[in-house]
């Protein structure tokens, strides 16, 4: 069975720190891209960052760039996503999907996940 599953979502005041996992199971982690994504109510999706499991590519989104950063365990099929210096508009419900890499296209593959968790809240008060 297929899961990616996040974790280490909360409640935050602006200015701190939150670490969210997405662990993965069941297809073959080094064939994927797996991305974070995130959406608050009334506005669009927003894809934040990426890695490319097979070449440890990685895409950062300009509004997180500097503060945010994605890493992976190989070893534990799971993907990090470090959030530092939270802003409240960083508040959204944040969700990790994977795609195959060899068919990922743009980093903003959005839709066209073959995989997707099923969210964790963040919520950044002022």
């Known amino acids: 069975e297929v899961q990616l599953v996040e974790s280490g979502g909360g409640l935050v005041q602006a200015g701190g720190s939150l670490r969210l996992s997405c662990a993965a199971s069941g297809f073959t982690f080094d064939d994927y891209t797996i991305g974070w994504f995130r959406q608050a109510p009334g506005k669009e999706r927003e894809t934040i960052s990426c890695?490319?499991?097979?070449?440890?590519?990685?895409y950062y989104a300009d509004s997180v760039k500097g503060r945010f950063t994605i890493s992976s365990d190989n070893a534990r099929n799971t993907v990090y996503l470090q959030m530092n210096r939270l802003k409240p508009e960083d508040t959204a419900v944040y969700y990790c999907?994977?795609?195959?890499?060899?068919?990922?296209?743009?980093?903003?593959?959005?839709?066209?996940?073959?995989?997707r968790g099923q969210g964790t809240q963040v919520t950044v008060s002022s």
């Open positions: 890695i490319d499991m097979g070449d440890g590519a990685k």
């Open positions: 999907a994977a795609i195959k890499s060899s068919r990922r296209g743009s980093w903003s593959y959005g839709d066209l996940y073959d995989y």
